[in-house]
């Protein structure tokens, strides 16, 4: 194809998409679409891959049955929503292994909130509050992004998100209301989540590179900024009902605004996590490559056992 | 990693209820079509989505290329005279 061709059909590929036309695999669609959605797909799916593993930490020791079977589901549902979303990536033509490559390598990245430590029962509660809180809220535009399959993973995900933000809520609830210790393991979770929460969105608008690009394909409906205020706004309320204490000196309501100002993040600690510096990285990483190693023989063997029953089907049949 | 082969690719196709089609609903790979069937209703089905599950290798698909759209679709598009507003009635005939 000549330039000229190029050019023409770039330019009828983004009036499409200015249009709200959806993108299916198979259409044409130029390189850069295509890598940028690889790379964000696949980064979304690793996250909720290794998402599992902090959550992983409490399953046995989860309070009651009940927290339990809760916990349970929901990091059931994380390894389907990573399903989704590969299955989605896959259909631009990167294999589920060159995908797993990937993040196993560290050539890929994954949200770095889930690099941080489970340490109590009391950060099961924060996740679902605040981490699951923050991912709806980046997840919701998505449910409308140009392209098809990537759309249509997060309408599901969505719909299962919202009963994870709920059981850790709950979570959170129950220990505000319980023994004086008991609220203060919940004040310790929330002064610990919440700034690697609001990093969770993303860095400022005048240092995200990829913000103008994604807003065009419509990977990003609102910036990292319109987006964090939005979190805050209605995370604070829920933290005034708990009687929970936002770890913020400088939060306060700006009448003017109808919004709250808030403290410096720190950008540092947020690019030396991203870097692979964070307190758990090393750990996740090693626990991720560790349970796709041991599991090899058994996927030779599934794959061993479904050749035999073919070869003879095949036999029967001659 | 592995030498051996990977798993492939199936599509799963559900039905929410009797009386609806069976819809795409995603992939998934799985070494045979029991696991497949299996890991269908464990990945989408963990809320009662579906009571009827199709599994099909994704490799046995033929689809059509989006690109090939004018020839394959358009005759289509000039045959106005297969619905119905293409006749002339006057308005004072009924049920039809």
Redesign the interface.
């Known amino acids: 194809m000549s330039e000229e061709q190029i050019k023409n059909l770039e330019e009828q590929f983004e009036a499409r998409i200015a249009r709200d036309e959806k993108i ?1 695999p ?3 669609m130029p390189e850069k679409y295509r890598q940028t959605h690889i790379r964000q797909i696949s980064q979304h799916a690793h996250s909720e891959i290794v998402g599992m593993l902090p959550e992983g930490n409490w399953i046995t020791r989860a309070p009651s049955l009940r927290r339990k079977v809760a916990l349970l ?1 929901k990091v ?2 994380e390894a ?1 929503h990573g ?2 979303l590969y ?2 990536c ?1 259909t631009l033509g990167i ?3 060159e995908l797993y ?1 990937q993040l196993h390598s560290g050539k890929a990245k994954y949200s770095s909130i889930f690099n941080y430590p489970t340490v109590t029962w009391a950060d099961m509660g924060a996740i679902g509050w605040l981490v699951d809180g923050a991912a709806i809220i980046n997840q919701v535009p998505l449910c409308s992004t140009s392209f098809g399959p990537y759309a ?2 997060m309408v599901r995900v969505c719909k ?1 998100e919202s009963f994870h933000q709920r059981q850790g809520y709950e979570i959170m609830l129950k220990l505000c209301n319980g023994t004086p210790e008991q609220k203060e393991m919940a004040q310790d979770a929330l002064n610990r989540w919440w700034w690697p929460s609001l990093m969770m969105l993303g860095p400022t608008d005048d240092m995200s590179v990829h913000t103008e690009q994604s807003m065009k394909w419509k990977l990003k409906r609102k910036t990292n900024d319109e987006l964090r205020q939005q979190f805050i706004d209605q995370t604070v309320p829920q933290a005034d009902i708990l009687g929970l204490t936002i770890p913020d000196p400088d939060l306060k309501w700006n009448e003017e605004r109808q919004s709250y100002d808030f403290g410096e993040i720190d950008w540092e600690e947020f690019w030396q996590v991203v870097k692979g510096h964070g307190p758990m990285n090393k750990a996740r990483m090693k626990a991720r490559v560790g349970a796709w190693e041991r599991g ?1 023989w058994v ?2 063997a ?6 035999k ?2 070869e003879r089907k095949n036999k029967q049949v001659v | 990693m592995s030498n051996k082969k990977n798993w492939p690719l199936w599509e799963v196709f559900v039905r929410s209820k009797n009386g609806l089609e069976h819809r795409h609903f995603g992939s998934l790979h799985a070494a045979d079509a029991e696991m497949a069937l299996e890991n269908a209703r464990d990945v989408y089905t963990r809320r009662n989505e579906g009571v009827s599950i199709w599994v099909v290798e994704s490799k046995h698909i033929t689809a059509s290329n989006p690109e090939h759209n004018g020839e394959l679709f358009e005759p289509a598009q000039d045959k106005v005279y297969r619905h119905p507003t293409f006749y002339d009635l006057p308005d004072d005939v009924k049920h039809m």
């Open positions: 299916e198979k259409d044409w589901a059931q549902d389907g399903l989704y299955s989605a896959e294999s589920r292994d490559e249509r993973a299962e090899e996927r030779d599934a794959m061993a056992h479904a050749e029953q073919q």
